[in-house]
């Protein structure tokens, strides 16, 4: 008998013990990669939705989070938003109208829901926004983004302020005479009043895509500790003037 080709039993053990502890390599890795669990909606109505989502930045998140849904009305209440201008236009121009990033009833409609997510929240998880509706000119209103709170910090990002487009592809803008120049930009600045409790703002986006994401890091506690209280909310009644 050829010894080169024979098989001892202890050659069938060392195969097995390697085919087990690669096989659990396998299963380990396979777990490890699973994908992110899917959205979780908290709130459906038309073109609205409020969901939890995975977030990036989980290892910083507070939550679940305990805010009032009157706290938050009060927080939206004093986000401001403007169009976003350069030195030549400001020149001309002067500086943009600041307006509030939020009307009476698109809070009333996020303000308990907003609340209902942060109570739900896991540390991995934000809350997204996105309120649309259609306008009286037959175009798509949007305003969109979304919520963390980290510590003593609430983060509100915003990537549409009341953006008006068409519900479907519209070609017409990019049918000019040159030069092909924007009416408009569609780019804006955002900021929390009283400044004194922003404690931060980022903007990023996308490179070579016109998105944008405006985030404020606002010292919540600070805030609420001083600011006029809007009540109601939890009944889903007006916020007064």
Request: proline content about 7%.
């Amino acid at each position: 008998m050829n010894s080169a080709t024979s098989t001892t039993p202890q050659n069938y053990t060392w195969s097995i013990k390697g085919l087990l502890f690669f096989a659990g390599l396998t299963i380990l890795a396979g777990c490890a990669t699973q994908p992110a669990a899917a959205p979780k909606a908290i709130y459906e109505s038309g073109l609205n939705t409020i969901r939890l989502e995975g977030d990036p930045d989980s290892s910083v998140n507070s939550h679940p989070a305990t805010l009032t849904a009157t706290e938050i009305g009060t927080l939206l209440r004093n986000v401001r938003v403007w169009e976003r201008r350069n030195a030549i236009h400001r020149l001309f121009s002067g500086d943009a109208d600041r307006t509030r990033a939020f009307r009476d009833e698109e809070i009333v409609l996020l303000a308990p829901h907003l609340a209902k997510g942060l109570a739900q929240a896991t540390p991995a998880q934000r809350v997204r926004f996105r309120l649309s509706h259609a306008t009286d000119q037959g175009e798509e209103e949007t305003t969109a983004g979304w919520l963390s709170v980290r510590g003593n910090i609430l983060v509100l990002a915003l990537s549409e302020v009341h953006d008006r487009h068409s519900p479907g592809p519209d070609i017409s803008k990019y049918d000019r005479q040159m030069p092909n120049v924007p009416e408009r930009s569609a780019a804006f600045d955002a900021a929390f009043e009283p400044e004194e409790y922003l404690a931060k703002v980022s903007s990023g986006g996308r490179l070579f895509a016109p998105d944008q994401q405006e985030e404020l890091h606002i010292r919540y506690r600070e805030a609420l500790a001083a600011l006029p209280v809007y009540p109601g909310l939890e009944q889903g009644r007006q916020l007064r003037p």
